[in-house]
């Protein structure tokens, strides 16, 4: 996917890594793993200590010069229309009839979709869409056939969740989002997914954690595992990088 958006070397090893969400403009992107990447762009990086204590066989700098460098996903695919008239909420999908163009397909003007500000995630590391349909609709039957069709309103007292509503055309009571940050408040609903959508729809794990709500922008979401080393000469010389790929 071509974004536009950009991000530095360094940002790719500490704040946007492999899982990581990449916030561009009024989007959210996530960066998809390494078997997804143009490894022939990766310049290779001489740091035989470094590469020796991670039990890899050479360590390379990620690609950089072209938008299409980095792969990314958009993630979380949950949007809202921001156009007051509408507020409709669904998978972009829905709410685009494109997976590539995230517009709003039912207004005139065509805004841009914005992806909504909750996600999931669990202890080991599992990450996936916030259940907006069931938390809605928990402890209610939908008659045969009801029609579904979800809006996330904006009260616009304060930008806390308790004024961010949602309502569904199938007649269910309005609920807003207060209570949603509880360490059991999706207990009910069942264990983590499993999901892993930087691997792909399909890498689901087995997990039996109960997943907790974070805000899609929060610096909690995904943290790096660091590894570094001192750099000693002569390794960071030509002559250095030359030589180590026939030392053995």
Known sequence: MTTGAKARR????STYG???LFPSET???MIVGLDEWEESRARPVSEPRLARSLRVAELKTPP????RDVPVIRFPLTQVCPNPKCRRIGSLYDLAKDW???KCAQCK???LLTPFRLITACAKGHIDE??????LHKGTVSADGAKHEMKLVSLGRTSSLADLVLECSCGVTPKNLDGTFGPKALAEFGTCSGARPWLGADAKQDCSETPRVLQRGASNVWFPAVR???SIPPYSEALAKLIDKHWE
């Open 10 to 13: 360094g940002q790719l090893l």
């Open 18 to 20: 492999i899982g990581g």
């Open 27 to 29: 989007t959210s992107f």
């Open 64 to 67: 950089a010069g072209t938008s």
């Open 100 to 102: 590539n163009v995230a």
């Open 109 to 111: 003007d065509k805004p």
């Open 130 to 135: 916030f259940p907006y349909f069931r938390w």
């Open 228 to 230: 570094s080393a001192i």
